[in-house]
């Protein structure tokens, strides 16, 4: 992640968006050409991960998708503790899909389905390192 910002610090704000594409190259160019994104582009074992990037702010992430249909962005909310929200959340009714889990030099994540059937990722990002 490129700055950490107060964002990625504030519980309950929406912090990073994720497009999940059959075609993570052509996305990257159509959305280039679009808004004037810019990415760093990372290979992080499953394939490519390419941060967009607005100036020098690193903003969310284009990535292939690991199930067929169609693209997808997805968001992220910034909380304080992951595990805690999960549970929090179980108790209001939603469906945990994934995790909670680590992401090496990213923070802890999770994603969830409302009762009404939307789904959402919630993190807490770890400290920046010095």
Known sequence: MQAFNDIYQTPGAFSWSELS???P???CEFYGQLFGWTYDTMNLGQ?????????????GGVMAQQQPGPAQW????????CDATV?????????????PFDIPG?????????????????????????
């Open 21 to 23: 594409s059959p075609d």
């Open 25 to 27: 190259r052509a996305a």
């Open 47 to 59: 394939g490519d991960y390419h941060v967009i990037k607005v100036g020098d702010t690193a903003v």
């Open 74 to 81: 997805g968001s992220y909310v910034t909380v304080a503790s």
């Open 87 to 99: 549970e929090r959340a179980r108790g209001l009714g939603a469906t945990v899909c994934a995790g």
């Open 106 to 130: 990213v923070g802890r994540m999770a994603v969830l389905q409302d009762p009404q059937g939307a789904v959402i990722q919630v993190i807490s990002y770890a400290p920046p390192a010095n």
